[in-house]
């Protein structure tokens, strides 16, 4: 891989992800206490990029398997995407953000495997590659987050009646969009397979990629109680609206250091028990959300998310390009997406919604939330998961070129 391509792939992860974690993190507190929404309001703001990763990324990942080249829709994404969020931060009233927050959604979902699927198709070996490109991403959030809380933290830079986190993730999104059309040159694979996405569900017929999909969807229900209850939580603990997105990306230093690791660890452990490391970080982190005390071991705790994410998704990214031939694999990224930051996030934000409402009282005076009661659902299940992965899920090989879709779901 040459140095040109390298910076490239690396800036182009790098702006995908400050989009992310400009808003993700934060945006539940802005519409709880800015905005005054309930819980089950935040859950379905929340729920709507789930949502849209359930209706767009099979659209995205068939156009940039037959039609588009994939940098152009990429392109073309993000530059309506900035034009969406501006908007967007400008809404106040709970059916107007609804519906603004939707229309991003849509055009930024397919995003997210396309940018992973085109940097697979410029590693000659993704196992040993993929980890340090995608590590710009992490590092993106952690700006994104450090960035945020400057902007909070600058008197001049404030913004009335808007959302500060979605404007500076609109100045990513137009940025990132006028970069995408100076990445290299990623064509549709104009296969014989006329409709990859279907190629891609049949590797559901295999039954360890079926095991890891559906245990992959259960785990990611439990992720939106950190996306949707964490921010508001550490308000409730102590810590101040402005340093919020500055703490938060504790967790994003530790998916640095994870994404160091992965290299080592990955090909001496393999899929199956790296995967099950990464399940296993977050039941540490809810145990000790459940706690809510001290402090220091609360905001220390959000390290597991980053192990959790690098050893999780990152793993579970790399597996789904080793099963998948290179003519469905933007379709087969698209499928993982479908049903993890589909269907899983988009359940999961009403669930945590849901289970936030469930353990609130509201008096005439205070509305309390039982956070521990909060966390152990989160925690329960995803160590149930963890042992699911340990006892029935079993690595398969690799996918060959000269092989059918077909061949690895025999």
């Known amino acids: 891989m040459t140095l040109g391509l390298r910076l ?71 530059l309506l995407g900035a034009l969406a969020l501006f908007w967007l931060a400008h809404q106040t009233s709970y059916p107007l953000f609804w519906v603004w927050m939707f229309v991003y959604s849509l055009l930024y979902a397919p995003t997210l495997p396309l940018t992973n699927s085109l940097s697979f198709h410029h590693l000659r070996n993704a196992e040993r590659d993929f980890g340090s490109i995608r590590v710009l991403g992490t590092i993106g959030w952690i700006l994104a987050g450090w960035g ?28 990132l969009g006028l970069f995408c059309f100076a990445l290299p040159h990623t064509p549709p694979s104009k296969s014989e397979n006329p409709w990859a996405f279907l190629a891609a569900l049949k590797l559901l ?73 990464g399940v296993i970080a977050w039941p540490i982190r809810y145990a000790i959300f459940a706690l809510g005390q001290p402090v220091w071991l609360v905001v220390a705790s959000l390290a597991m998310h980053g192990f959790g994410y690098t050893f999780f998704f990152v793993v579970g990214q790399v597996y789904v390009n080793a099963v998948a031939t290179r003519d ?29 409402d469930h353990f609130t009282v509201k008096t005439a005076t205070a509305t309390t939330i039982n956070y521990t009661g909060v966390f152990l659902v989160p925690c329960a299940l995803t160590v149930t998961c963890a042992l699911a992965f340990l006892l029935f899920f079993k690595e398969q090989p690799k996918a060959t070129e000269t092989e059918p879709s077909e061949a690895v779901v025999a």
């Open 8 to 78: 490239r792939l690396s800036a182009m992860m790098l702006l995908q992800y400050v989009i992310w974690g400009a808003w993700a993190p934060v945006l539940s507190l802005y519409l709880e206490k800015t905005l005054g929404f309930t819980g089950w309001q935040t859950g379905a703001i929340m729920a709507l990029l789930p949502l849209a990763c359930i209706i767009s990324p099979f659209v995205g990942g068939q156009i940039a398997d037959r039609w588009v080249s994939t940098q152009k829709f990429l392109g073309g994404a993000h």
């Open 148 to 175: 945020l809380t400057y902007w909070r933290s600058s008197p001049s830079l404030t913004v009335a009646g808007m959302s500060d986190s979605l404007l500076l993730a609109a100045g990513a999104s137009l940025l």
């Open 205 to 277: 017929r295999d039954r360890n990629f079926a095991i890891f999909m559906a245990i992959s969807f259960i785990v990611v229900t439990e992720l939106q109680f950190y996306y949707v209850l964490t921010a508001p939580f550490l308000e409730y603990i102590g810590i101040s609206a402005k340093r919020v997105p500055a703490v938060m990306t504790t967790a994003q230093w530790a998916e640095v250091f994870g994404m160091a690791l992965l290299p080592i660890f990955l090909p001496r452990l393999g899929v199956r028990k790296c995967l099950a490391i």
């Open 328 to 356: 469905i694999r933007a379709s087969a990224q698209s499928l993982l997406t479908l049903i993890t930051l589909g269907l899983g996030n988009f359940l999961g934000a009403y669930f945590a919604g849901w289970v936030q």
